[in-house]
C-alpha cells in the first residue's frame, strides 16, 4: 500500500495523462446527437501512435546519436504484419485477441529491425544516415512491386471487428480503438523509459557521446548499435500495429520518406535530449499537419520554419527550453522572469502576424485564390491583388521584428543576470 | 527537472486541448451556415498531387456556382467543403471522418482508386455502424475497373468510365493503317492490368495490330526516358501506347519529341495539369488522347449553350476545363434524384439513381446502371494539334476530337455482385 | 549495335547532369562535412530562376544570373544559417539543410504555381544536330554535354592552380590542419557552400528546360544525387565524375537489358514456375528495378568499401 502511495506520488502524471486523454474526446463530444466526434478520436489516436512511432525514433537519434532516414520501412512493415495477421484471425486461421495484435506488428517490426539492422549499423553517423535512406526509398520502391505482401498501391484492407476481444468489444466505434491506442501508447511509453535505465540503454549513450572509450571499456559499439535498432523497431512495430487498427488499411504511405521525416520533425522540435521530448512534439507536429493544413496551404512553410528556428535557435527543442529555466527555477526567480515574458509575448505575436500575413497573401494570390475560400480575416474580406493588405503586412513584419529585437536584448539581460544569480546563490545540498 | 517537464507536459496537454477546441470551433464554423446541400470534396490540395486536385476544385466550384445560379438542388443551394487529403490513403480516410461528423450527404473524390478503394471500405463500414449518417460516394474520376466490379458497392457511383472501358475506347480509336504498336505502363496493379487490358482489345477488336514491345517501368521513379524511346524506336514500332499519368507521361512524351523519332503516342492523361505544356509546340499532331470531354467538343458539334457554360470557366480561371462533363453529370445526377424521390436522403438517393437515364449537358445519352453502379457515357478521342479553337494550357495546340464512342457501344458486362441494405 | 551507342549516349548526357548536381554536393560535403539536404532544391530554384530570367531577358543571361542568385542564398544560408548551427554538430547542420529544402520546395509552389513551367530549350540550339540510325540526337544535349565538361574542367582546373583552390583541396583532406596554419576557414567554407549551390543551379538551368521544370523535381533528383556522392567517394572530384557515369549508365542500360533472375536460372537449367517461392522476385526483370539499382550500389558501396571509389576518407 505504501509502495503504492509512494509510486503514485512520484509518477503522479503518468495515471494523469492516461485520465485526460480519456477525458479530452468528451470535450468534443456532440451532445446532439450524442456520438463522439469521429475526427477528434482518429486525430487523438494519431496522436498516441505517433508517440509510440516518435519515442521509438527517438532510442535511435537521442539516445544513440543515429540518424535515422528510413525508420518508417519499420514502422510500415509492422503494419502490414499486424494487417495480415488481422485478415488471419478474420479468416479463422488462428485465434489472437484483437488487444494484442498491436504486439504482431512489433514483433514483425524487431523481426525486419534485426534483418535490416545487420546491415545498416555496420556504419554510425552520416553513413547510417544513407544506409536508411537507401533502404528506405528501395523498400517503399518493393511495395509497389511485390503483390503478395505489400497488395501494390490498393495496400492491405482489413476489418478490426474480429470478435476475439477478451475484453468483450466490439471495436466497431472509434472510441474503442481509442481507448486501446491509450493503453498500448501508456505500456509503450513506460517500456521505453524503463529501457533507457537498462544496461543496454545507458550504453548506447555511451557510444553516442564517445564511441572509442566505449570500445575501449570493452563493449563492441557494433552491437549495442545493432540491439538498439532492432528494440526501436519492435517499437515502431507497434506503432505501425496499431496503425493497422485504427485506419483498417495498411497503404505504402506508410514507409515513404515523409513518414520518416514526421518522426524526425517530432522527435527533434519536441527535443531528443530529454525522453519526454518527442511526445511534445508529436502532439506540435500532428496538430500542424492536420489543424493547420485544414486553415492555410502554406502548411509545409511554417513547419519548416518551426523546424529552421529550432535546430539554430533550441537545439534542444521543446523540452531543452524548459530545462534551461531549471537553475532559476531552483533559486525560485521563477516569477522575475514573467514580465519579461509578457514584454516579449506582443511584439513576438506582432512578428508571426506580419509573416503570416506576408506568406498567405502570396498563397492565396498563387496556390489558393480559387478553392472558393477568400481570404477572410473577421467578416472582412481581403483582396491580395490590392497593394494595401501587402503593405500592412511588411508593416507589421518590420515593426515587430524591430521592437522584438528590443525586447529580446532586455530579455536576455535580464536572463543572465539571473542565471548568474543563480550560480552564486545555488548550493548542492 | 524531470519535475517541471512534468508540470510542462500538464500544461501541454491543456494547451491541446485550447487548439482542439479552436480547431473545433472553427469546424463547425462551416456547419452553421444551414439550408445548404452540403458536398464534401476531398482531394490532393497539397503534395505531389496538388496542381491537379487545385485544378479540379476550381472546376467543381465553378459547376457548383452555375448549378445555384440555376436552381441548385430542391430549392437549396449545393455547398462545396474541400478537404486536404494529401493524396494519403490516412488522411483521406480522416477526412471521411471529417464529413460524417457533420452529417453531409455526399463526398467527391476524384484522383487516385488506391484512395477510392480505401474510401469505399470506410464508407462501408461506416454506413453500416451508422444508419443514421450515411454518406455517399461520387467517384469523378477514380477509374479502376476493380472498383465497380469485385470491390463494388451500394454506396459508390462511378460518373467516369473505368479503365477497361477507357481501353477500349483507345483500341477502337487507332488508325486503320496501324500495325506496330508498343505498350508502356506503370508497374503498379492498375498500371498492370491496363497491360493486360490493351493487349486483350487488341486481339479481339484489332488482330492486324502486332504489338512488337510492352514494357512496365517503376512508378515515378524515372527521371531519363530517353533509354525507353531508344528501345520504341528499335522495335519498329509506328504508335506508343500508355496508361502512364503525371511526370512519367510528360517525361515520356518530351523525351520521345526530343529524339525527332517518328512515333505517335496514345494516352489517356495527355489533357491534364501540365501535359500540354510538358508536351510544347513540338508536339503537333502526334499526341492522342482518350477523354470524356474537351472545350472543342461543344463547338464542333454546334451546342451553343454547353459552349457559352465552358467559356465562362476559361475566361473566368485561363485553364483548361478537362473535366466539366465527368464533374457536372455527377452533381446533375444528385439534383435529378433528389427531385425524383424528394428527399436529400442518402439511402433513398441511391436507390432512385439505379438505372437513372439523363442528359448530359452537351445532350447526349448517359444512364447509371444498377448492376455496379457505373456510369455509361459518351467518350472522345482527341488529338493535340494546331488550329483548334480553344488551345490547351495557352500552348497553341488545342484538343481536337477524331472520333466519339456513344455510351451504348462500351456497355462492357460487370462482375458486381451488388449488396442493397433494405429500404 | 544501334540500341549500344544510343543508349551509350543517352547514359553520357545523364551522367553529366548528375554529375553537375554531384560535383557542388561533393565539394559542399567532402569539405564541410554537411549532407546538403537541400542541394536538389537549388537545382530546382536554378532551373525556376532560369525560367523567369528567360521569359523576361532571355536564357543567356539567366545562365549566368540564375547561378548567381542560387549562390548568393546558398551564401547567406551558410552564414546566417549553417555557421550558427555548426555548433551543435554536423546533424544539426544537416536538419538545417532538411529544414531549408522543406521551406523552398513549398516557396516555389507559392512563387510559380503548382503547374509545371513551361521552360523551354532557347531557340537558337533547338534543331537535331546530328542522326544517329534515325534517332536524333539534340543539339541542346551537346550543348550539355559541353556545359557540364567545361565546368568539370574549371573545377579541376581552379583546384588544382589558383592558391584558393590549393587552400580548398588542403581543407579537403586535413581541415584542422588548413586552420591551424592560419587560413579563414569560415570564409573558404562560404564560398565552398555558395560555390556548390551555384553549380547546383547551373545544373537547374541546363537541366530543367532537358527535364521538366515542377515543384517535384527536387525530391525526385534529390537521393540519386547522395548516392553519386558516396559512391564517388569523399573528397575526390574524379571520383564523383567517374560515379556520375556509371550510375547514369546503370540508369540507361538496365532499361535496354530484358533479362531477369529466371533468365539466369534458365542458364543454370532450372526453369521457373508460378509455385516456387520468389517467382515473383526471380521473374522480375532488368528494366522493372532499373531504378532502384542506384540505391542497392549505394547500399553496397556503404557496407563493404565505406571509402566510395576513389575517396580519401571514410563517409
Known amino acids: 500500500m505504501k509502495v503504492v502511495v509512494h509510486l503514485l506520488r512520484r509518477h503522479w502524471l503518468w495515471p494523469a495523462a492516461i485520465v485526460a486523454a480519456l477525458l479530452l474526446p468528451f470535450a468534443f463530444f456532440d451532445w446532439a446527437h450524442g456520438h463522439h466526434s469521429g475526427f477528434v478520436l482518429v486525430l487523438l489516436s494519431q496522436i498516441g501512435l505517433m508517440t509510440i512511432f516518435a519515442l521509438s525514433y527517438n532510442m535511435l537519434m537521442g539516445q544513440s546519436g543515429l ?20 485478415n488471419a484471425v478474420k479468416a479463422g486461421t488462428f485465434w489472437l485477441p484483437t488487444e494484442l495484435i498491436p504486439l504482431v506488428g512489433g514483433l514483425g517490426g524487431l523481426g525486419f529491425g534485426i534483418l535490416l539492422g545487420y546491415l545498416a549499423t555496420k556504419q554510425r553517423a552520416t553513413a547510417f544516415a544513407m544506409i536508411t535512406m537507401g533502404m528506405g526509398e528501395l523498400i517503399a520502391a518493393c511495395a509497389l512491386m511485390f503483390k503478395g505482401f505489400f497488395g501494390g498501391e490498393d495496400g492491405i484492407t482489413t476489418d478490426r471487428v474480429l470478435g476475439t476481444s477478451i475484453l468483450g468489444v466490439s471495436y466497431s466505434a472509434p472510441w474503442q480503438v481509442y481507448c486501446l491506442v491509450v493503453a498500448w501508447t501508456a505500456i509503450a511509453t513506460l517500456l521505453m523509459r524503463l529501457q533507457t535505465q537498462t544496461p543496454l540503454g545507458r550504453m548506447a549513450n555511451a557510444t553516442r557521446d564517445n564511441f572509442e572509450r566505449a570500445q575501449f571499456v570493452g563493449y563492441d559499439p557494433r552491437m549495442v548499435r545493432f540491439r538498439q535498432f532492432a528494440a526501436s523497431g519492435f517499437f515502431a512495430g507497434i506503432a505501425g500495429g496499431l496503425y493497422a487498427l485504427v485506419y483498417q488499411i495498411v497503404t505504402f504511405d506508410t514507409m515513404s520518406a515523409d513518414t520518416s521525416a514526421a518522426a524526425l520533425l517530432a522527435a527533434y522540435i519536441g527535443g531528443s535530449g530529454s525522453f519526454y521530448g518527442p511526445i511534445l512534439g508529436t502532439i506540435l507536429v500532428v496538430l500542424l499537419q492536420s489543424g493547420v493544413s485544414l486553415l492555410s496551404n502554406a502548411w509545409m512553410l511554417y513547419v519548416g520554419a518551426l523546424f529552421v528556428i529550432m535546430v539554430m535557435f533550441a537545439p534542444g527543442g521543446l523540452a531543452g527550453l524548459i530545462s534551461r529555466h531549471e537553475p532559476i527555477r531552483r533559486i525560485g526567480r521563477l516569477r522575475a522572469l514573467l514580465i519579461p515574458y509578457l514584454r516579449l509575448l506582443f511584439p513576438g505575436f506582432i512578428t508571426v502576424a506580419g509573416t503570416v500575413i506576408l506568406v498567405e497573401l502570396t498563397s492565396f494570390a498563387t496556390i489558393g485564390s480559387a478553392e472558393g475560400q477568400h481570404l477572410q480575416i473577421g467578416a472582412r474580406s481581403i483582396d491580395p491583388a490590392n497593394g494595401m493588405p501587402w503593405l500592412t503586412g511588411a508593416v507589421v513584419l518590420v515593426v515587430g521584428g524591430v521592437w522584438l529585437r528590443r525586447e529580446a536584448r532586455n530579455f536576455g539581460v535580464r536572463w543572465n543576470m539571473l542565471i548568474e544569480d543563480a550560480k552564486t546563490k545555488w548550493t548542492r545540498p | ?25 472553427i469546424g463547425t464554423d462551416t456547419a452553421l451556415a444551414e439550408d445548404t446541400v452540403k458536398v464534401a470534396y476531398t482531394s490532393p490540395l497539397s503534395g505531389p498531387f496538388a496542381q491537379l486536385g487545385d485544378t479540379q476544385l476550381k472546376e467543381f466550384q465553378y459547376i457548383v456556382d452555375y448549378l445555384n445560379a440555376h436552381g441548385g438542388v430542391l430549392g437549396r443551394k449545393f455547398e462545396l467543403v474541400p478537404f486536404d487529403n494529401k493524396s494519403q490513403v490516412a488522411d483521406a480516410l480522416i477526412t471521411l471522418q471529417r464529413a460524417t461528423d457533420q452529417n453531409i450527404p455526399f463526398i467527391l473524390q476524384c484522383s487516385g482508386s488506391n484512395i477510392a478503394a480505401a474510401l469505399i471500405d470506410g464508407i462501408n463500414k461506416h454506413n453500416e455502424y451508422n444508419p443514421e449518417s450515411r454518406i455517399l460516394y461520387l467517384d469523378c474520376g477514380a477509374v479502376a475497373t476493380e472498383l465497380t466490379n469485385e470491390k463494388c458497392s451500394f454506396w459508390h457511383f462511378r460518373f467516369d468510365m473505368n479503365s ?48 512488337v514491345g510492352e514494357e512496365l517501368i517503376p512508378f515515378g521513379k524515372v527521371k531519363d526516358f530517353s533509354p525507353y524511346i531508344t528501345k520504341v524506336k528499335a522495335s519498329g514500332a509506328q504508335a506508343l501506347v500508355t496508361g502512364n499519368f503525371g511526370p512519367d507521361l510528360n517525361l515520356l512524351i518530351k523525351a520521345g519529341l526530343d529524339a525527332g523519332i517518328d512515333l505517335k503516342y496514345y494516352t489517356f492523361s495527355a489533357q491534364f495539369a501540365g501535359g500540354p505544356t510538358a508536351i510544347g509546340p513540338r508536339g503537333d499532331g502526334k499526341v492522342v488522347s482518350v477523354m470524356p470531354f474537351n472545350e472543342n467538343v461543344a463547338p464542333k458539334i454546334g451546342n451553343a449553350d454547353a459552349d457559352a457554360f465552358t467559356k465562362g470557366f476559361r475566361d473566368k480561371f485561363h485553364l483548361d476545363f478537362s473535366d466539366a462533363v465527368t464533374f457536372r453529370t455527377s452533381l446533375e445526377y444528385i439534383q435529378a434524384a433528389a427531385k425524383k424521390v424528394g428527399s436529400l436522403d442518402p439511402t433513398k438517393i441511391a436507390f432512385a439513381m439505379e438505372d437513372m437515364q439523363l442528359k448530359d449537358f452537351l445532350g447526349y445519352d448517359t444512364v447509371m446502371r444498377k448492376a455496379d453502379h457505373q456510369v455509361l457515357m459518351p467518350y472522345y478521342t482527341s488529338t493535340l494539334t494546331k488550329g483548334a479553337q480553344y488551345d490547351a494550357e495557352n500552348t497553341g495546340l488545342g484538343w481536337v476530337p477524331t472520333a466519339t464512342v456513344m455510351a451504348k457501344d462500351v456497355d462492357q458486362p460487370t462482375t458486381c455482385n451488388m449488396k442493397r441494405p433494405a429500404m | 549495335m544501334e540500341v549500344f551507342v544510343v543508349t551509350l549516349l543517352n547514359g553520357l548526357v545523364y551522367g553529366m547532369l548528375l554529375f553537375m548536381l554531384a560535383s557542388g554536393l561533393t565539394l559542399i560535403f567532402s569539405m564541410m562535412g554537411v549532407l546538403n539536404f537541400a542541394h536538389a532544391s537549388f537545382y530546382m530554384l536554378g532551373a525556376y530562376f532560369a525560367y523567369s530570367v528567360s521569359t523576361h531577358i532571355g536564357f543567356w543571361p539567366a545562365l549566368v544570373v540564375a547561378p548567381v542568385l542560387c549562390g548568393l542564398i546558398g551564401a547567406a544560408i551558410e552564414m546566417y544559417g549553417l555557421r550558427r548551427a555548426h555548433r551543435n554538430g554536423h546533424v544539426a547542420e544537416l536538419l538545417l539543410t532538411f529544414g531549408i529544402a522543406l521551406i523552398i520546395g513549398t516557396a516555389v509552389e507559392m512563387g510559380w504555381g503548382m503547374m509545371p513551367a513551361p521552360y523551354r530549350v532557347p531557340s537558337l540550339l533547338d534543331f537535331p544536330l546530328f542522326a544517329i540510325y534515325g534517332t536524333q540526337f539534340p543539339a541542346y544535349r551537346a550543348f550539355m554535354l559541353l556545359i557540364s565538361g567545361a565546368m568539370f574542367g574549371a573545377i579541376w582546373a581552379g583546384l588544382k592552380y589558383t592558391r584558393l583552390g590549393l587552400i580548398i583541396q588542403a581543407a579537403l583532406s586535413h581541415p584542422d590542419m588548413a586552420s591551424a596554419l592560419g587560413h579563414n576557414v569560415p570564409r573558404v567554407f562560404t564560398f565552398v557552400f555558395a560555390a556548390g549551390t551555384a553549380l547546383a543551379g547551373l545544373a537547374g538551368v541546363i537541366g530543367g528546360n532537358y527535364q521538366v521544370t515542377e515543384p517535384d ?72 528495378i532499373g531504378p532502384l539499382l542506384p540505391y542497392a550500389l549505394m547500399l553496397l558501396f556503404i557496407a563493404f568499401k565505406p571509402r566510395g571509389l576513389m575517396g580519401t576518407r571514410d563517409t
Open chain 3, 217 to 288: 523535381m527536387a525530391v525526385a533528383m534529390g537521393p540519386v544525387v547522395f548516392v553519386v556522392v558516396v559512391v564517388g567517394g569523399l573528397g575526390s572530384l574524379t571520383g564523383c565524375f567517374i560515379a556520375s557515369l556509371l550510375v547514369g549508365m546503370v540508369q540507361t542500360f538496365s532499361v535496354v537489358l530484358d533479362y531477369s533472375l529466371a533468365d539466369l536460372l534458365r542458364l543454370g537449367g532450372v526453369q521457373v514456375t508460378d509455385t516456387m517461392p520468389f517467382n515473383e522476385l526471380l521473374t522480375m526483370s532488368l528494366p522493372r
Open chain 2, 164 to 211: 477497361l472501358m477507357k481501353s477500349e475506347v483507345l483500341v477502337r480509336g487507332l488508325p486503320k493503317d496501324l500495325t506496330k504498336v508498343y505498350l508502356l505502363n506503370q508497374d503498379f496493379i492498375a498500371g498492370q492490368s491496363m497491360q493486360h487490358d490493351f493487349k486483350a482489345f487488341l486481339a479481339k477488336l484489332r488482330p492486324d495490330i502486332q504489338v
Open chain 1, 67 to 86: 540518424l535515422s532516414f528510413g525508420h518508417a520501412s519499420l514502422f510500415g512493415l509492422g503494419s502490414y504484419c499486424a494487417a495480415h495477421a488481422m
Open chain 2, 1 to 25: 527537472m524531470a519535475n517541471r517537464i512534468r508540470l510542462f507536459i500538464a500544461r501541454m496537454i491543456s494547451l491541446a486541448v485550447a487548439l482542439l477546441c479552436a480547431a473545433a470551433t
